[in-house]
């Protein structure tokens, strides 16, 4: 897959965008608040309809507004030796999106279509943040590689909002209990399925990721493991029917502290996972340096699961890493750089020029307007 152009009106600082890049590396170089992430961000938008800044989509619309300026992202992407037009219309009350000229009736229609690999200097949150960092990373990866988890994921999340909702209600016992037994059974059901998904994607995903980091790494002997810390508090890898008895019970021992609290507290929506580096948490015990290769790591096995999985290699955007990264960091990933078909990768020295093989199209951004320059 690769992005033929992309055209951005109103969207952040970028009032009348295009860009046409080149399969194979595509540099984007500028000062500081000139517009590169935003760059990033719009060809996300385009193929997953969203951002990767933001869970709020009119932050994204260009200020001041002018209620004549419209903000869309436009663009032409090719996959599979076929072409679509994507197209992203953002307004402060909603969002509009086309494939083919085609209204989209649910986002999640889009997700998994075009896939993109985002690194940032925040990834590091994913060894530093909250548990909720790591669900909504591990859910965005498996939304997009199995279309089921997605669907699973969201009806589970329904069944809790109205268990939730239940638990605060003012109810005689009897009836109480009758109606949470019914919403138990879909948690149950659900919750299995993602439980099921989540054990064997990390587990694949340790396997991988640990490879990668041993080439990545300056230490090559640290072991990078991943421990998946479920609401069933099991390694096992279950049947979904034992997945779904276990959970049902849990739910029936914790209801009533639940009706105490108002709140369902078992489920995947409390999961987490750690991060080891030789069996101590990388949180507390990892170097930066150590924690940004773990997060490389983790995002290029990401990179050959999608292929695998969708029989086409996503479009890779890095924003300014390779200036947080040591020499022999930065080596090893760009030696990783030159198999991948598209690359969008920012930076503000043009120092970083010489390291990189084989960049096809070089840019200067300057006040969110590009300036094309000879390799």
Known sequence: MRILHAEFRNFRNLTDFGIEPEAGINVIYGDNAQGKTSVLEGIYYLCAGRSFRTRY????IAWPQNDSALTSLDGEIEK??????LRVVLTEQD???FVDDKPLARLGLLWGQFNTVVFTPDDLQLVKGSPTVRRQFLDMELSRIHPIYLYNLQRYYEA???RNALLKQSLSADLLEQNLAAWDEQLAGYGAEIFKHRLRHLGQLENEAAAHYRTMAQNEIEALTIEYQNFLRTSEDLAVSDAHDRFKTLLTRSREDDI?????????????????????DARDFASQGQQ????????IALVGM?????????VLLFDDLTSELDELRRSRLLTFLEGARQIFLTTTDRRYFREIPGIRKSFRIRAGQLIPEDT
Do not use: C, M, Y
């Open 95 to 97: 969002k509009h999106v």
């Open 160 to 162: 809790l909002a109205q």
């Open 57 to 60: 989509d009119r932050e994204a």
């Open 292 to 299: 940004r290769s773990i997060v490389l790591a983790i995002k």
């Open 80 to 85: 599979e030796n076929l072409r679509h037009r």
């Open 260 to 280: 105490r609290r108002g709140a369902t507290h078992t489920g995947p929506h409390r999961d987490d996972f750690v991060l080891r580096l030789e069996d101590r």
């Open 306 to 314: 999608i292929e695998r999985e969708s029989g086409t290699p996503p």
